[in-house]
């Protein structure tokens, strides 16, 4: 009988919740940065109405992922927290502002409104510019002394995590603009057009960015993406991110409103998965590996029959959402 590894079992589901966050709250975020892009009261008014059936059950992700982390690998959560108190702090005031700018932009008067548009495309910049930071202050490694944080307050704030918190403020923004062409009409979706080639290419040069830099963080790092045989393994992300750009690059060429956005999601995907292949089996990287921070078996278990009932219903109500309201949204309809 073949054993169960629960920890490597909690460790994909945690990530795959992350990963569904990231890229189902990244075109939301991701429209809150451009928003200073579209001056026009209208075009401001698509581009929310775009996003307003489905933004806030795009969170429940993040709790999924978060609330996870603490149940299945208390540890690396008890580890990894004092260390990111000021970016996750700062995220969540970032979402606050953001979700209640959604909010109250409809209620006010044109002066109020604009400052609530302040609100949400600052609040949208802020969460993504801290999960940038914060996934930046991970990969990096943060000081471990037994079983406690033993760094300091500012240990996050490194080049490191400025550029991997810059490269997640592109990719969102990119996220943003494809979503923008796929759901949006006239003058908008050409704007968006436009903005998602300088994004695009921005955003290559991110991901550029943030692979040479990576191996020189860690020894291990070098190790298991260029040591005979791992390159074997590790070489095809590369080489997709290459193919997925060049289909990216043809799709925006020919104008197709649906393939830009999902191409841009691969494009995440695979950058997702060179970080998995960076950090793996490490969950607080090169100091605490999965089996060291997960919690006791039997509690593993019983959490598995939540999450075997709670992720598929969580998938099932969000693919009704999104395909009840499917198609390209309408200046005269919308949320009000």
Do not use: C
């Amino acid at each position: 009988m073949i054993p169960i590894d629960l920890p490597t079992i909690w460790a994909f589901i945690i990530a795959f919740a992350v990963f569904v966050y990231v890229v189902m709250d990244g075109f939301d975020l991701g429209l809150g940065i451009l928003f200073p892009l579209f001056p026009q009261k209208a075009d401001r008014d698509v581009i929310m109405n775009s996003v307003a059936p489905v933004w806030d059950g795009n969170e429940t992700w993040l709790v999924l992922g978060g609330g996870g982390m603490m149940a299945a690998f208390p540890l690396a959560y008890a580890v990894l927290m004092p260390a990111l108190y000021t970016p996750m702090i700062a995220m969540l005031l970032g979402l606050v502002f953001r979700g209640v700018a959604f909010e109250f932009r409809w209620r006010t008067t044109q002066t109020g409104s604009n400052r609530w548009d302040i609100a949400f495309a600052g609040g949208s910049l802020l969460a993504t510019l801290a999960q940038g930071i914060a996934l930046g202050a991970i990969l990096q490694g943060v000081h471990v002394d037994g079983r406690h944080y033993a760094g300091g307050w500012w240990d996050w704030l490194t080049p490191f995590s400025i550029l991997t918190g810059a490269a997640l403020v592109i990719g969102y923004a990119l996220l943003g603009a494809t979503w923008l062409v796929m759901k949006t009409e006239g003058a908008l979706r050409d704007r968006a057009y436009h903005l998602s080639w300088l994004l695009l290419l921005a955003m290559l040069g991110a991901i550029g960015a943030v692979s040479i830099a990576t191996p020189f963080l860690h020894v291990q790092y070098t190790h298991r993406w260029f040591a005979w045989p791992n390159i074997i393994l590790t070489a095809p992300v590369p080489i997709a991110v290459a193919g997925v750009t060049v289909l990216l690059l043809r799709s925006l060429a020919n104008k197709y409103d649906f393939q830009p956005f999902f191409l841009t999601l691969a494009l995440f995907a695979l950058s997702y998965a060179g970080l998995g292949i960076s950090m793996y089996p490490y969950i607080v990287p090169q100091s605490i590996t999965i089996w060291q921070a997960a919690s006791p078996e039997n509690s593993q278990i019983f959490m598995l029959f939540g999450v075997a009932v709670l992720i598929p219903l969580i998938l099932g109500y969000t693919a009704w959402a999104y395909w009840v309201f499917r198609g390209k949204v309408k200046p005269e309809s919308g949320y009000h």
